[in-house]
């Protein structure tokens, strides 16, 4: 029980929150957010995260279901948020949604979600369990 609290505890803590601004060279023929520039931002939110919970090499093995529920246009702010959804031997899920808001409002809304999935490596590049030193 008290290791299911440590756990708990560092899932918490390894909450990450980046705030990004959709300026123009980021953007596609339609004004909006390329979606490849969104899903490299929210790998690198995700690995984050899943750093802060292990502190442990990780690398990316699965970008699981991207719900692109919105197109983002140009001149808003975004801000993602990564949180571990899964702890796995020696994988971690962590699911990240942006939330879209336009500069001159109070409007914050999900525009896009999904979850990317990564493997603890030992100093052999192999996997190893993530919570081994907890």
């Known amino acids: 029980m ?3 609290a440590l756990i708990q505890k ?3 803590y390894a909450v990450t929150r980046v705030t990004k ?3 123009p060279g980021r953007t596609n023929h339609h004004n909006t957010l390329f979606g490849g520039e969104a ?3 929210m790998d690198e939110a995700a690995f984050i995260a899943a ?7 990780l690398v990316t093995v699965c970008s699981d279901r991207v719900d692109f529920k919105e197109s983002i246009p140009a001149g808003t702010i975004l801000e993602l948020v990564a949180r571990v959804a899964h702890v796995g031997r020696t994988s971690i899920k962590v699911q990240v949604d942006i939330f879209v808001e336009h500069m001159y409002n109070d409007d914050q809304h999900k525009a896009i979600s999904g979850s990317f999935t990564f493997v603890a490596l030992d100093e052999n590049r192999k996997p190893t369990p993530v919570l081994g030193d907890l």
């Open 51 to 57: 750093t802060r919970f292990c502190r442990k090499p």
């Open 2 to 4: 008290a290791n299911e």
């Open 10 to 12: 560092r899932i918490e």
């Open 21 to 23: 601004t959709v300026f």
């Open 39 to 41: 899903l490299a931002w």
